[in-house]
């Protein structure tokens, strides 16, 4: 056979010799269980078939529905000073860095390392250094290191783009803490709108006990009352303005909650005045939901994008069993001897370049054990990707339900008011005119401070209740400008060339 023919056959043979070797190491059959859910497959119920579809996601600034300046003032200053939000922010910076790293290992790497060293040779003389013995000379070298990763089999790419999909995770995941810290703040806004008007009720119940005191002792003047009717309107007082002392250290405390979300001090928080809360058009429900909560909703999309990392996981693991091939040269300036600078000369000049290959032979399991570590990931980060959209159908259905069941409440509520409130007046007019004692107004208006108690307690969950709608939609965030592709997770195959080994 000519020299020619067989110095060429000789690369490709210790070639095909590198992949079967490699290969000895097969995969034993690992690989993901688990699937992803089509959101649209899932079973949507009455709720969500039979809400209004206008095919709008609420607004980025879903708060100005409310109609408080304030509030919107509030939740401009905690996005900026949020320490969780810092946080959060921190970590999106923290993984782009780790994909710069990550994909730095597929670009060619150039080190340099330099040496000036004056030796002193010693004086021995059975294992002296000859004629060097007793002198001193420069030891010195300049060198460049290169090398440059093939990536045949893609894992460098691979560990490159799983990196990349866990940074659009923390980005997905800072929204998310985006629309929690909203939700939170709306939802303590509320509260202490809600502590407010209970305040209102209390002072209003108290100023009527009040009235009904003092008639009571002008009747007891009058002679036509009683001192158990001056006993009984004096009995609730104190009760009522513990009440009164009670609500007061709720709004404090309402106020502080609100400071600590907008990452600023209690001093902040005492500045707040009085919410002015008003809903005035209900949130429609967009068309395609089930579809459309895998773009919307910030949980979602990250958990989609931790699945779409995993997915590389594997394609790295694989890339672990087949042989690594990089390559590696360099140039420098070596010499013993001469002066400190000679060894620059052009004559102490030297090269290496060429091939670097790694086998995987034996290697007690590990590589099996880094393919099967990747694919249980991938069933888990499924596994949460999948519970994660079950949890947000069941979110949106549950708050169709709250808001509905809300406007019906809030219509009996306030019949319930205006009926309380009838009854008292009547009763105050009998007990004036001396037509009742004063036991059925004091019960007429415990029943009246009862009511109003819950219409306000029914208009603060109606309240919440859009907000809680509109966060289990995804908040207005748009977290569906950065959503991976359907292919981007779908589990890797084992390659054609390690099946082979797993028959």
């Not at 013993?336 to 034996?362: C, R, V, W």
């Not at 159908?393 to 205006?418: C, G, W, Y």
């Not at 289990?472 to 748009?478: F, I, K, R, V, Y």
């Amino acid at each position: 056979m000519p020299r020619r023919i067989i110095s060429g056959v000789k690369p490709l043979s210790i070639w095909a010799f590198s992949l079967v070797i490699s290969g000895c190491i097969g995969t034993g059959g690992i690989a993901p269980q688990s699937h992803s859910l089509a959101a649209n497959t899932l079973a949507t119920d009455e709720a969500i078939a039979t809400a209004a579809q206008d095919a709008h996601w609420p607004a980025a600034q879903w708060w100005r529905a409310y109609g408080d300046a304030q509030l919107n003032r509030w939740i401009d200053l905690a996005v900026q000073g949020n320490p969780s939000l810092a946080m959060a922010a921190a970590r999106v910076r923290q993984a782009k860095a780790m994909a710069g790293i990550a994909e730095s290992a597929e670009s060619l790497h150039i080190n340099g390392d330099s040496t000036i060293k004056r030796h002193n040779w010693p004086t021995d003389q059975f294992y002296g250094p000859g004629e060097l013995s007793n002198t001193s000379t420069w030891d010195n070298n300049a060198s460049l290191g290169l090398s440059y990763s093939l990536d045949l089999w893609g894992r460098e790419s691979n560990a490159t783009e799983q990196a990349l999909d866990m940074a659009h995770m923390s980005a997905a995941e800072e929204r998310q803490a985006q629309l929690e810290l909203q939700d939170n703040i709306v939802r303590a806004y509320i509260q202490l709108s809600l502590h407010y008007a209970q305040l209102d009720i209390v002072e209003a119940t108290l100023a009527q006990q009040n009235q009904i005191l003092d008639l009571a002792q002008r009747r007891l003047q009058g002679g036509i009352g009683t001192h158990f009717e001056v006993s009984q309107a004096e009995t609730p007082l104190p009760e009522t303005h513990r009440q009164i002392d009670e609500l007061e250290e709720a709004i404090a405390l309402s106020r502080n909650q609100l400071a600590a979300l907008a990452g600023k001090g209690p001093g902040d928080g005492a500045q707040l005045q009085r919410p002015t809360l008003a809903l005035q058009n209900p949130l429609k429900l967009p068309s395609s939901v089930p579809a459309q909560l895998l773009g919307q909703r910030p949980d979602v999309v990250a958990s989609r994008w931790r699945v779409a990392a995993q997915a590389r996981g594997i394609d790295v693991a694989h890339a672990g069993f087949y042989p690594n091939v990089d390559l590696v040269g360099s140039l420098g300036y070596m010499a013993t001897g001469g002066g400190m600078l000679e060894f620059l000369a052009g004559k102490k000049f030297n090269y290496s370049a060429g091939p670097a290959i790694s086998l995987p032979i034996f290697d007690g399991g590990r590589l099996r054990s880094e393919l099967g570590e990747a694919s249980a990931g991938y069933d888990i980060a499924v596994a949460h990707y999948n519970q994660t959209l079950i949890m947000a159908l069941k979110s949106i259905s549950d708050q169709l339900i709250r808001r509905a069941s809300m406007d019906k409440q809030h219509v009996f509520a306030a019949e319930s008011v205006a009926s309380a409130q009838k009854t008292y007046d009547i009763a105050m007019i009998a007990y004036k005119r001396g037509l009742t004692d004063y036991l059925n107004v004091l019960n007429a208006q415990t029943l009246l401070f009862h009511q109003q108690q819950i219409q306000q307690q029914v208009q603060a969950a109606r309240l919440s209740a859009h907000a809680e709608l509109v966060v289990a939609l995804g908040g207005g965030l748009m977290a569906g400008s950065d959503v991976p592709s359907e292919d981007k997770t779908q589990a890797p195959k084992t390659p054609a060339a390690l099946a082979v080994f797993d028959r």
